[in-house]
């Protein structure tokens, strides 16, 4: 890598602090001192290691430029915005008033960042969808660096930096106490809804089924990977995995019509709660019910979990193997759950157009179903060319934004539900 | 000269032998064809030769093909413009799998056909041409 390149980040094509102290130090020194801010990103990692490098690459990109365009509109002197490290995920502002402004005023610095934070959040709402936007959270620590000749600028500015990333982690932790009681709230009050995300079959685009999202009604809530990290740091896991099953089932009955099956998400470790009990969920027709257990998560006993499995498959229940292909596993793992419907992950369905290997995988996937008597799912198909594509390769069923969003009122827009107009035409 | 339907190609492997006859295979097709073989040449050359497609020995002493395509994929400037054929006499599940975390985008199985080389040459050649005439390869592939 280039020297230059350390000094500006070719993703946001912001500049690293290193690059950024030598330009601001005449103003520090003009005004006697600087306000630093603190952008924690938290769970920017989970976007890595769900969706691969390439999409928080795009999600920083998207960060950078929704924080650069609101700064632009913003009147506020010899202020600058850098990352930490090249390649990082975690930003800084450095403010400086301009000469004839007073010292910004903690209610100017409060607004500032909750300009930002908004900015920042429905940029990334606007360019990569609800999921991404309600996964994360920002965080922003604030310290303040009052000017002392004796020291050195650099090394009071690093000081500087490190306490507004320490407040930002404290805000976090804060915050994550606060979600643990969102938490509690939710259960207690069942305060839970469910979208139905619709299967369609690949050929006719008629709705196979749907899949039950939970959603916390309170705005912390609202992403389910956010609820279950919390309830899995509270040991709450189990609490939370009933409440969203039974809320399911509830949907299914009044919802479903006859033959649409519903696809339910169930943890690995759901199968050691004892009241998840084949005899105790409240399904009349197990037939109708399939339950999703994803790749992602180690099973730690396989001989007693196949026994679970068992009881639930001699009452009728189906399985899916969720986000089939995510990790190394290989198909000798899905053969071993002998699933009904593989579906195979988001990573393997964005951009399958563009490239070969996702094809090949695929296709042998397609090949081992067909061998085994299972079906293919394809989750995540936003584009019409991703559609076309898994089409060709034999997809059985098609899960996706460009097919149809998640409702949680799935009765009123269906049926049929219009496939989009460009579905439409490809699908002639 | 390169042309949109014969852009430079860097090809890396350990081998001279495989290097010159796949050089000498794409040559005679019009292609400009740069040769490097190690990892460590591989990269100098990306810089240096920009090239649109790199076909990529998996196999290599020191740095890997692996480490090679994840350090093109991840160039601040070039990793965008650049498709990657790794090379390779693995074929299974797991290592197209890793194939793919390195941001690759096609594979060719060792030993290879010249034919097979070239049909997998001219479909990512084709590909290049019809993101740059959409203005770019799909946003949400980033």
Redesign the interface.
């Known amino acids: 890598?280039d020297y230059h390149?350390l000094l500006r980040d070719?993703?946001t094509r912001l500049p690293t602090v290193a690059a950024t102290i030598d330009s601001i130090r005449k103003a520090v020194q003009d005004r006697g001192e600087v306000v630093i801010l603190y952008f924690n990103f938290d769970r920017y990692s989970k976007v890595e290691e769900v969706y691969?490098?390439?999409?928080l690459?795009?999600v920083l990109?998207t960060t950078g430029e929704a924080m650069r365009e609101f700064l632009t509109k913003s009147p506020l002197g010899s202020s600058k915005l850098m990352v930490a490290f090249?390649?990082d995920d975690d930003f800084i502002f450095f403010h400086v008033p301009k000469d004839d402004t007073p010292a910004a005023t903690d209610t100017e610095i409060t607004e500032l960042t909750a300009g930002l934070k908004e900015a920042v959040s429905s940029q990334i709402e606007r360019?990569h969808g609800e999921d991404i936007a309600s996964l994360f959270d920002i965080f922003v620590g604030r310290s303040l660096v009052i000017y002392n000749p004796k020291l050195r600028l650099e090394r009071q500015i690093y000081r500087g930096i490190r306490e507004a990333a320490n407040a930002s982690k404290s805000l976090e932790h804060r915050e994550q106490a606060k979600k643990v009681g969102d938490l509690r709230e939710t259960l207690r009050s069942r305060g839970l809804y469910i979208e139905y995300h619709p299967i369609v079959i690949t050929d006719s685009l008629k709705v196979f089924g749907y899949e039950a999202l939970a959603r916390g009604s309170l705005r912390s809530m609202r992403s389910p990977e956010v609820m279950f990290e919390i309830a899995a740091q509270s040991d709450l896991i189990w609490d939370l995995s009933r409440l969203c099953r039974d809320r399911a089932i509830e949907g299914m009955t009044k919802l479903l019509k006859d033959g649409e099956l519903l696809f339910m998400n169930v943890d690995p470790a759901d199968f050691a709660d004892p009241s998840f009990d084949v005899n105790a969920l409240n399904v009349k027709d197990p037939t109708r019910v399939v339950i999703e257990i994803t790749e992602r998560t180690a099973i730690k006993d396989y001989p007693k979990f196949r026994g679970r499995l068992k009881e639930f498959r001699d009452k009728g229940y189906r399985f899916a193997v969720d986000d089939a292909?995510s990790?190394?596993a290989?198909?000798g793992s899905i053969a071993n759950l002998e699933p009904d419907f593989i579906k195979l992950d988001m990573?393997?369905i964005?951009?399958i157009d563009?490239?070969?290997?996702?094809q090949?995988?695929v296709e042998?996937m397609v090949r081992f179903a067909n061998e085994h008597g299972a079906m293919v799912i394809a989750e995540g198909v936003?584009?019409k060319?991703e559609f076309e594509m898994v089409k060709s390769l034999g997809v059985h069923l098609v899960q996706g934004f460009f097919v149809h969003k998640p409702s949680s009122n799935a009765v009123t827009y269906r049926p049929p539900i219009q496939p989009a107009p460009a579905l439409a035409e490809g699908a002639k | 000269m390169a042309d949109s339907a014969h852009p430079p190609i860097l090809v890396v492997d350990d081998n001279p032998d495989n290097a010159h006859i796949i050089r000498d295979y794409l040559e005679a097709r019009g292609f400009p064809i740069t040769v490097a073989y190690n990892g460590d040449d591989a990269l100098k050359a990306f810089e240096e030769v920009k090239p649109s497609l790199v076909l990529l020995d998996v196999m290599m002493p020191g740095r890997d093909g692996w480490q090679v395509c994840r350090e093109m994929k991840q160039h601040p400037t070039l990793g965008r413009g650049v498709r990657v054929v790794m090379v390779t006499a693995l074929d299974d599940w797991v290592n197209k799998r890793q194939a793919l975390q390195t941001g690759a985008d096609d594979f060719v199985e060792k030993p290879f056909e010249l034919s097979k080389l070239a049909s997998t040459v001219e479909r990512n050649v084709k590909l290049l041409s019809t993101n740059a005439a959409a203005g770019g390869s799909p946003a949400t592939s980033r």
């Open positions: 890598m390149q070719s993703l691969g490098w390439e999409k690459d795009s990109e090249p390649n360019v292909g990790g190394y290989g198909l990573s393997l964005n951009c563009q490239n070969f290997i996702k090949n995988l042998t936003e584009r060319e």
